[in-house]
């Protein structure tokens, strides 16, 4: 499990505007997705959402449009393990061994469902 802290936020909003996607935290009562508005590409996060929360759905979102080939990035850059995904196969976010916390074998088999 990664460290989900602020810079690592940062790193994951960089990289989507770096590939032409505007970022932004919106109220309301929805889930966190992209779209394309008038040509325009936009991501939209719910604004009430915790930081864990708004870091997974962006690593979801990226991995999305890494997989549907709309951007092309090295996931290594954000510190995700597995920079290449192949779109055949659904990919589990796994995080580089230096963004990880220290955790009980018992503690990572739970899935907290």
């Given at each position: 499990?990664a ?7 940062k790193?994951?909003?960089e990289?989507l505007?770096e ?5 932004r935290?919106?109220?309301g009562n929805f889930k ?8 325009k ?10 930081l864990?929360?708004r870091?997974?759905?962006l ?9 549907g ?6 996931l290594r850059s954000v ?6 995904v ?5 990919a589990e976010?796994?995080f580089?061994?230096?963004e990880s916390?220290d955790?009980s074998a018992?503690?990572?088999s739970?899935?907290g469902?």
């Open positions: 499990m460290k989900f802290t602020p810079a690592f936020l790193k994951l909003e990289l505007k590939q032409g996607y505007d970022v935290y919106e109220k966190s997705g992209f779209c394309v508005l008038e040509d590409k936009v991501v939209v996060i719910n604004k009430f959402s915790t864990e929360s870091i997974q759905a690593t979801e979102i990226i991995i999305s449009l890494t997989k080939g709309q951007i092309s990035t090295d510190g995700l393990k597995n920079p290449m192949d779109p055949t196969h659904d976010i796994d580089d061994a230096t916390t955790v018992e503690e990572s739970n899935t469902e």
